[in-house]
């Protein structure tokens, strides 16, 4: 399945493209964003050969990733979503907002889509989402979505010099979508 559009309430998720190095590095590049991630700021070098990696992997068939763009009104890449497929039916859900875009739900928005395309198109059957203990807006997120809190993975990642922990929360299929939300 390539290439995929996915509208979203407030955000379209798309396939990445070659010019959007620039905003995908105004995200990757930034150590307010990438502090909660689970690796350091990158270069725009680093960054650019993410996006062709990502580009050439979207191609495959069977797909192995949905590492897709977050994009505004304006088709402006704001974000990025992905579902990496990680086994029968299951898949790990990571995302990231431009800074300079945080509190607008745009992150609420994209992984609500990815989960809702993951569970109606894909047939998945979990997906999880592995979060650090201090990214108070994810974990909220992940809540929103009806994510279920399962445990902490010790020491899970090696990010900004030292290890961290990640909080892992899932969803289940038959979960989806969470009522009352």
Known sequence: MYPITIPGH?????????????DAHAINGDGRVT??????????????AIIEGAISRAQLDPRTEYFLAVADASDRMIGFARLGLTGVKAAKLGYAINA???????????????????????????????????NAASI???????????????????????WRDSQLYSILAHEWPPTGR
């Open 10 to 22: 407030v955000v379209t998720l798309r396939e990445l493209r070659p010019g959007d190095v620039a």
């Open 100 to 134: 300079d875009h945080w509190g607008h739900g745009y992150a609420t928005d994209a992984a609500r889509t990815l989960i809702q395309y993951g569970f109606t198109h894909l047939g998945l059957h979990r997906i999880t989402a592995a979060i650090g203990p201090d």
């Open 140 to 162: 909220a997120v992940a809540k929103r979505l009806g994510m279920q809190y399962e445990g902490r993975l010790r020491d899970h990642v090696y990010t900004n010099g030292a």
């Open 35 to 48: 502090q909660w991630l689970s690796y350091d700021s990158r270069s725009r070098d680093e960054t650019a």
